[in-house]
Each structure stands twice: as structure tokens, then as C-alpha cells.
T-cell receptor, first 114, second 111 residues
Framework: AAGVIQSPRHLIKEKRETATLKCYPI?????VYWYQQGPGQDPQFLIS???????DKGSIPDRFSAQQFSDYHSELNMSSLELGDSALYFC?????????????FGPGTRLLVL | SQQGEEDPQALSIQEGENATMNCSYK?????LQWYRQNSGRGLVHLIL?????REKHSGRLRVTLDTSKKSSSLLITASRAADTASYFC???????????FGQGTELSVKP
């Protein structure tokens, strides 16, 4: 079965640079979620989109922005990167209109800021 | 953690034994989900239990939910070395909203 696709899988950036992470949800899924997992930490919710509209916002820094496009893929844009942004970034998708709350996670993008 | 506690934080058992992990949360939920994460890799969904359910099974997994105590447990029976991973509970307060994760239990199953 198709899964959530994230790209790139690994990313190395310098401080103050920008990064764009991409997420392709499972086909027919209408909701995308972004989470950040620091080393040894539990995943923390950043932001979500339902039918291309922002549906919820968590502890996402103002330096980050995200959107969901007409084909339902989503991008997380991160600017002025800081060392503390080094983490695993997960995208998850679900099919809320189908009454299915289970969130299916992608493999993650490992971001290292030097 | 935003949610509450998971215990134990680490658990080491022998293959064939059962493993039980517990999770507590703070406020009323819509559902609770359990995930597995192999070292630094993706989160694999294991099972979802709704607030009106008390017990659910999936293969070697049994999940219970006690809404009066705001707690859940995950039991893995007849454990295998391949079950070695971190296990997280995650609560959904808003029917399809953000998940709030617990701190996780690191399970080690020795062959």
C-alpha cells in the first residue's frame, strides 16, 4: 500500500540558511500534519492542514511556515535556521472526511543544522 | 511532555516474555493511538482505541483504556527480538486533530 512520502530524507544546512521539506500524503488523504522530534524527545505537533486550509497550529516558530497545495502535498519552509532546529521532521496524513482518525507517518526528514 | 507520563521509561525482557507499557493523560480524549519507532526512524501506527472502547486486540497486541483513570496500557505478548523499539502513546483530543505524544517507553527484547 502507498505510504506517506517525505523528501529529502536527510538535509544538512548552515545556521541562518533556509530549508524546504516536502510531504506527499497517502492518496485520497485530506489532512496533513507536521511534527518535530528532537533527539531523545517525543514528537511535538507543529501545524496541520485539512483540505488545503490550516486547521491547527502548535509550537511552530514564526520562522517556519507551511502550506498544502491543490494536489494535497505539503511543504514546510524553515528560514533563519538555528542549531536547535536540528531534529527529525515527520509528516503524517489521515482521511478525516472518511471518519478515519488514524495518522500515518512518513519516514521523516532528518535535518542537521551546523 | 505535553501529555503526561509513560512508564516504564525503559523495559528489558527476554524473548517470549510479555511486555506491558502504561500511559496516562490529562484531559478527556477522543481516541488514543499507540505507535512504534525503531531507533531514529519513522513512527509506525499500531492500534487506535476510541474513548468509548475499553479493550482492543491486534495480533499479539492488546490495548486497554480506562477513561476514569485517564490511562491506557499496551501489552505485547510472546515478545520477539524484532519488537525492540520505542513505543509511544498519543492522544487525540479533537477527533482528527493534533496528536499529543507521551514520552515513550524504550523496549529491549533480548534473544
Amino acid at each position: 500500500a502507498a505510504g506517506v512520502i517525505q523528501s529529502p530524507r536527510h538535509l544538512i544546512k548552515e545556521k541562518r540558511e533556509t530549508a524546504t521539506l516536502k510531504c506527499y500524503p497517502i492518496p485520497r488523504h485530506d489532512t496533513v500534519y507536521w511534527y518535530q522530534q528532537g533527539p531523545g524527545q517525543d514528537p511535538q505537533f507543529l501545524i496541520s492542514f485539512y483540505e488545503k486550509m490550516q486547521s491547527d497550529k502548535g509550537s511552530i516558530p514564526d520562522r517556519f511556515s507551511a502550506q498544502q497545495f491543490s494536489d494535497y502535498h505539503s511543504e514546510l519552509n524553515m528560514s533563519s535556521l538555528e542549531l536547535g532546529d536540528s531534529a527529525l521532521y515527520f509528516c503524517a496524513s489521515s482521511f478525516l472526511a472518511g471518519g478515519r482518525e488514524t495518522q500515518y507517518f512518513g519516514p521523516g526528514t532528518r535535518l542537521l543544522v551546523l | 511532555s505535553q501529555q503526561g507520563e509513560e512508564d516504564p521509561q525503559a523495559l528489558s525482557i527476554q524473548e517470549g516474555e510479555n511486555a506491558t507499557m502504561n500511559c496516562s493523560y490529562k484531559t478527556s480524549i477522543n481516541n488514543l493511538q499507540w505507535y512504534r519507532q525503531n531507533s531514529g526512524r519513522g513512527l509506525v501506527h499500531l492500534i487506535l482505541i476510541r474513548s468509548n472502547e475499553r479493550e482492543k486486540h491486534s495480533g499479539r497486541l492488546r490495548v486497554t483504556l480506562d477513561t476514569s483513570k485517564k490511562s491506557s496500557s499496551l501489552l505485547i505478548t510472546a515478545s520477539r527480538a524484532a519488537d525492540t523499539a520505542s513505543y509511544f502513546c498519543a492522544t487525540d483530543y479533537n477527533q482528527g486533530g493534533k496528536l499529543i505524544f507521551g514520552q515513550g517507553t524504550e523496549l529491549s527484547v533480548k534473544p
